[in-house]
């Protein structure tokens, strides 16, 4: 009778034994976690064929905002600071300045014929999924003074940031602001 407790105690052992052996190996065969979904991105551009958007950083936004807070302080120097050497911006009728030296001389005949100001209501960074490329899309209310009367118009601006945190490039689309029905 001694040798069937003692059987049946081995029996118990090695049952107990096999199922925590095969628990500890079920834990190890358990599939890997997912990695987190990488950004696929929306929309297009034309020029770089293939590329997505995405959200971007609020570094562009708070460069864009120093930006044009330049302007509005006519602080030319800290805004060409600001820029790459070799700016791009094009104007809602299609006019190009190309450069800071043909930016300066711009503004400064801008700032002295019209004293515009730059009210900025909204604006959104976003960056390319494949090619990394920093983009802001900013709205405007520009004020000028045209032959002694105030003139306001929306600006939107399509800037891109280059990679050393310089406006590059941008666009700028204009619309009137409608007067106020009376």
Not at 15 to 28: E, H, M, R
Not at 60 to 65: A, E, I, R
Request: with cysteine; charged share 25%.
């Amino acid at each position: 009778m001694k040798k069937l407790y003692s059987i049946f105690a081995l029996i118990c052992v090695f049952s107990l034994s096999s199922c925590a052996i095969s628990i500890g190996n079920s834990k190890s065969k358990e599939t890997p976690p997912t990695p987190p979904n990488t950004q696929q991105g929306a929309g297009f551009f034309l020029p770089e064929p293939g590329e997505k958007f995405v959200v971007g950083t609020d570094k562009s936004t708070k460069l864009w905002k120093t930006y044009i807070d330049a302007h509005n302080n006519r602080d030319l120097e800290s805004l060409l600071l600001m820029e790459s050497d070799s700016i791009l911006i094009v104007g809602p009728t299609g006019d190009r300045i190309s450069g800071k030296a043909q930016h300066k001389q711009a503004l400064s005949a801008w700032f002295a014929a019209e004293d515009p100001k730059w009210n900025m209501y909204w604006a959104m960074p976003y960056k390319g999924v494949s090619g990394g490329d920093e983009w802001i899309i900013a709205g405007h209310e520009v004020t000028t003074t045209v032959q002694g009367k105030e003139v306001k118009q929306n600006h939107m601006i399509d800037a891109k940031i280059s990679k050393d945190g310089k406006v590059e490039l941008f666009y700028v689309y204009s619309m009137d602001i409608p007067k106020p029905v009376k």
